[in-house]
């Protein structure tokens, strides 16, 4: 089942070999996977909108653990239409047309311990886009039936983009961190790409929000949003703990950390209340540096949340598409990706990025 007009080569941007100080080269005949060759199970996605993650440039670095391939096509955030499915393919929820999301989670084993738990997103055997197989920074790309998001009307393919990393994986933090209607949670990093997102999605949710971040535009952001109380980190300084606990009536039930520092880590512990969950999101190249009896007396959970599962990207796509979480993005061309990853990598990018592959 195939799209009669589907192209053998494409235009992609590929990382030769990952490490730092990387070419991206900016290829125009990159091959596309033939229709005929796919194999069941397996789809042909033709992107049309693809957003930038950090991770990406971390990726592209050579820094991200286990390991990337090389002449690697970057991206994990695509959304685009199925344009062929292989043979023999027995799911029958995709059709030819269909608008989904590509994600990081290309596809897992579904037979390893984690998978048989429901846990799919910890999948040693997983495919991941944009890491150890091609990724959405292309016209074309291969994926699977059973891995990728449809996306819901109501919401634009450019905007789906936008969380089709960040989104999803702040609401599986939220959902798995264990806080309930009208409990406190905070979220420091609030007014980043990931925490303004976790900020909609813990409204949506019913949870109570302290926003933790520094700067004016972001506290009138959080606010905007729905967090109930801010504190400015850089004000607050050495009396940020105090005054965390303070304004969450003991300290939060949760923390959901997407700031990019280990002391935002570091502190959480330290004001989370009795029982409370630690979720790390965010990725700082640092460690843990906390006193282990806080974390026994205070009966403390520490988590991580890497990516979704295919659950809960459901779940957070239909947040979105019913309009109670809206993503801060800008749309550029496919085509400026090196200057973004330029501009991400000294800070000078606000919000989500994301690429209009047809520019």
Avoid at 55 to 62: V, Y
Avoid at 79 to 104: E, S
Avoid at 221 to 232: N, Q, R, Y
Wanted: charged letters at 20%; aromatic letters at 6%; proline letters at 4%.
């Amino acid at each position: 089942m195939a799209h009669p007009d589907i192209p053998q080569t494409q235009r992609a941007f590929v990382v030769v070999e990952p490490k730092p100080g990387s070419e991206l080269l900016l290829k125009s005949d990159h091959p596309v996977a033939k229709p005929d060759a796919l194999l069941p199970g397996q789809c042909l996605v033709k992107i049309e909108y693809s957003g930038v993650c950090h991770s990406d440039l971390t990726i592209r670095k050579g820094l991200f653990p286990n390991g990337q391939k090389t002449n690697l096509v970057g991206g994990h955030e695509g959304v685009g239409v199925v344009v062929a499915i292989g043979q023999g393919t027995t799911a029958n929820h995709l059709k030819l047309g269909d608008r989904v999301g590509v994600k990081f989670m290309v596809d897992a084993c579904a037979n390893c311990e984690q998978c048989l738990k429901g846990a799919e997103s910890f999948c040693p055997f997983m495919k991941k886009g944009g890491h150890n197989t091609d990724g959405t920074f292309c016209e074309y790309v291969l994926s699977y039936v059973n891995h990728v998001t449809l996306i819901p009307d109501g919401l634009s393919s450019e905007a789906a983009s936008a969380i089709m990393c960040a989104g999803i994986t702040v609401y599986s933090a939220l959902k798995h961190c264990g806080a309930r209607i009208g409990d406190w949670v905070v979220l420091p990093g609030s007014g980043g790409g990931l925490g303004h997102l976790a900020v909609q999605y813990a409204v949506a949710m019913g949870i109570r929000v302290l926003a933790i971040d520094t700067g004016e535009e972001k506290k009138k952001l959080t606010l905007s949003l729905g967090a109930e109380k801010w504190i400015d980190f850089k004000e607050a300084g050495e009396n940020l703990i105090q005054q965390v606990v303070a304004a969450t009536d003991g300290g939060p039930h949760a923390a959901i950390v997407t700031a990019s520092n280990g002391t935002a880590y570091n502190q959480a512990v330290m004001y989370l209340r009795t029982l409370g969950t630690l979720m790390c999101v965010g990725l700082p190249l640092a460690n843990l540096n906390v006193p282990i009896p806080i974390i026994a007396v205070k009966g403390l959970t520490i988590r991580g949340c890497f990516v979704a599962n295919r659950q809960d990207s459901n779940e957070a796509v239909r947040i979105a598409a019913s309009g109670k979480v809206k993503c801060n993005y800008s749309v550029r061309g496919f085509s400026e990706l090196p200057a973004i990853f330029d501009e991400m990598d000294k800070g000078q990018i606000v919000g989500r990025v994301v690429l209009d592959i047809n520019k």
